[in-house]
């Protein structure tokens, strides 16, 4: 059973550039969040995607956006790169059925560096 | 002031000791609270998930709340050295939110 995967693992863009990130829920899932961490700190809730529309937002610009598909897969976009978006991209998901635990299952992230 | 304050160390301890995690939070609204694992390289991956004060355990980790303080805890027994990872503390306000206020994490090394 494959958990969440999340593509590319890896990045390098300059300032200015957009950067699309790929997530894939875990089996069964059907709630995709993404969180951004920077070095050092924990993680920060971007956004949330339920039956492909964003349910709830952190405190972050609209520069990032993202997209859920029928398959429950999810992207993230960020458009003008900053240098302080360089940080691990994180995404989680969860079940409705499985809401109770309150366990959300991370990927491994995909680590975006901006020059 | 975060909403969620945690010591990040660096902590490191001798095998077999008591570790003792903590994180402190400023919004009495939080319900739900939860400890994250996280070697490097790696997503976080859930430790413990806990509702009500007081304590909950499993194996050698015990999760303690006291929502009085705003005030939660993480205590590993007979630490292994594969328990050297970060630590982050969570919590949220509704059962089964997405959106979760991470503590800074805690790096812990745990040496043979």
């Known amino acids: 059973d494959a958990g969440v995967t999340q593509s590319p693992t890896h990045l390098i863009k300059t300032r200015g550039q957009q950067v699309t990130l790929r997530c894939s829920p875990k089996?069964?899932?059907?709630?995709v969040s993404w969180y951004q961490q920077a070095l050092g700190q924990g993680p920060q809730f971007i956004f949330q995607?339920?039956?492909?529309?964003?349910?709830q937002r952190g405190n972050f610009p609209d520069r990032f956006s993202g997209h859920q598909f029928p398959n429950y897969s999810s992207e993230l976009n960020v458009n003008a790169l900053l240098l302080g978006d360089s940080a691990l991209y994180l995404c989680?998901?969860?079940?409705?059925?499985?809401?109770?635990?309150?366990?959300?299952?991370f990927g491994e992230g995909s680590r975006l560096t901006v020059l | 002031q975060k909403e969620v304050e945690q010591d990040p160390g660096p902590l490191s301890v001798p095998e077999g000791a008591i570790v003792s995690l903590n994180c402190t939070y400023s919004n009495s609204a939080f319900q739900y609270f939860m400890w994250y694992r996280q070697y490097s390289r790696k997503g976080p991956e859930l430790l413990m998930y806990?509702?009500?004060?007081g304590n909950k355990e499993d194996g050698r980790f015990t999760a303690q709340v006291d929502k009085s303080s705003k005030y939660i805890s993480l205590f590993i027994r007979d630490s292994q050295p594969s328990d050297s990872a970060t630590y982050l503390c969570a919590m949220s306000l509704l059962q089964g939110a997405q959106k979760l206020v991470f503590g800074q994490g805690t790096r812990l090394t745990i040496n043979p």
């Open positions: 995607y339920y039956e492909e529309e964003e349910r």
């Open positions: 989680a998901s969860s079940s409705r059925q499985g809401a109770n635990t309150g366990e959300l299952f």
């Open positions: 806990t509702y009500s004060s």
């Open positions: 089996s069964g899932h059907d709630t």
